[in-house]
């Protein structure tokens, strides 16, 4: 948000109480108007609503309409090509390599759009295994993104736990930027590119949170076969008697993963992106991100549940205006 008129926003008072002591100033970001670190969820809701980025439905989920983009851009995702990932990345139609020299002009332009305006900072940790989790700095555009990754994983546990929070890697995510193809050397006007060498996501002109979750288990799927641990995009769940009795369920994204691992006879572990250790399976998430078209009360009521309550963020589902019901059963 580009406050022209330095309006006082709801959580202006408390932006700086949980940032770190390693501030973006380390990532090249300044002149910001502000900076929003760490807010809880609550703070991000009347910051979202302030800035009219999304609605409450019955129950107090948060509703945002992600306008073209409703799935994942394929077709817009690079790693940046430097000596250590030219040997460890699969280069083909899925893993298109960019130029550093390129990155770094992009990466320049978008801190210089992001001067003068409001972002918000949220410092977790990916990966529920402390003994290869990945502490990740967020940086986005939109509080309700903000409040899509303190959903999704996992935020330090005191304020003595903020101020020492240093990044191992770090993601901007600006929907409001766009590259430009003839001088980036993108497909389009959006773009993912990672960068292993500088540790470093940017994410520009597409609001999907998606591409946000995606990006990490990218990263985590990079970093940790590297420490003899299995990167799976799978559902998980374990009998509540036995932990050696753990199930994982593969599959696409929308083939039922998530149905699937929440069985009320079991524990759910995760519902989506894991490691598998030594020691066991682990998730990387902290959070669930499902498909919620046709979710029904009597086939996957654990996660129909969700949707009526406050916290949940739907992304691009029908609601009345008026009433605020949403309907999961209309696909337009």
Known sequence: ????????????????????????????????????????????????????????????????????????????????????????????VYNRPFAAEKFEALYGRLLGFLQGRDVFVQDVYAGADTNYRLPVRVVTELAWHSMFVRNMFLPPQSLEEYKRFVPEFTILAAP?????????????????????????????????????????????????????????????????????????????????????????????????EHGWSDDGVFNFEGGCYAKVIGLSATAEPEIYATTKKFGTILENVPFDPVTRYIDLDDDT
């Open 176 to 272: 409001g930027f766009k590259a430009v193809p003839s001088i980036d050397n993108t497909n389009s006007e959006t773009f993912i590119i990672l960068n292993f060498e500088k540790k470093l996501a940017i994410i520009g002109n597409t609001v999907y949170a998606g591409e946000i979750k995606k990006s990490v288990f990218t990263i985590l799927n990079y970093l940790l076969p590297l420490e003899g641990v299995l990167s799976m995009h799978c559902s998980a769940n374990v009998s509540p008697t036995d932990a050696n009795d753990v199930a994982l369920f593969f599959g696409l994204s929308g083939t039922g993963k998530t149905t699937l691992s929440a069985d009320p006879t079991r524990r759910l572990i995760g519902d989506d």
């Open 1 to 92: 948000m580009n406050n022209l008129l330095n309006i006082k926003t709801p959580a202006e008072s408390i932006a700086q109480t949980r940032k770190a002591d390693y501030n973006l100033s380390n990532q090249g970001a300044g002149n910001l108007r502000l900076a929003y670190w760490n807010l809880p969820t609550e703070a991000l809701y009347e910051e979202a609503i302030f800035r009219g980025e999304g609605v409450t439905s019955i129950g107090g989920p948060f509703v945002v309409n992600t306008g073209k983009h409703t799935a994942r851009s394929a077709n817009d995702k690079f790693i940046v090509r430097h000596i250590d990932s030219e040997k460890q990345v699969w280069w083909g």
